[in-house]
């Protein structure tokens, strides 16, 4: 299942930001944008999201 899937109104780049921004703070607001983070990096290593982003990079 994609990210897309499991959080429709997943935005990477506002996670990122706002984690960053509450990092500082140390807040459980964090440690869920750090799960998400996990996840989502979880999703990448097994190969789940390639069909969405494709690999045009890989084959250059």
Same mark, same amino acid.
């Given at each position: 299942? *994609?990210?897309?899937?499991?959080?429709?109104?997943?935005? +990477?780049?506002?996670? $990122?930001? &706002?984690? $960053?921004?509450?990092?500082?703070?140390?807040?459980?607001?964090? *440690?869920?944008?750090?799960?998400? $983070?996990?996840?989502?990096?979880? $999703? +990448?290593? &097994?190969?789940?999201? &390639?069909?969405?982003?494709?690999?045009?990079?890989? *084959?250059?």
């Amino acid at each position: 299942m *994609a990210v897309a899937n499991r959080y429709p109104d997943f935005n +990477i780049f506002k996670l $990122l930001a &706002s984690c $960053l921004r509450r990092k500082r703070a140390r807040s459980t607001t964090c *440690a869920f944008h750090q799960f998400l $983070l996990d996840d989502l990096s979880r $999703l +990448i290593h &097994s190969g789940e999201m &390639s069909d969405q982003f494709g690999a045009e990079g890989e *084959a250059e």
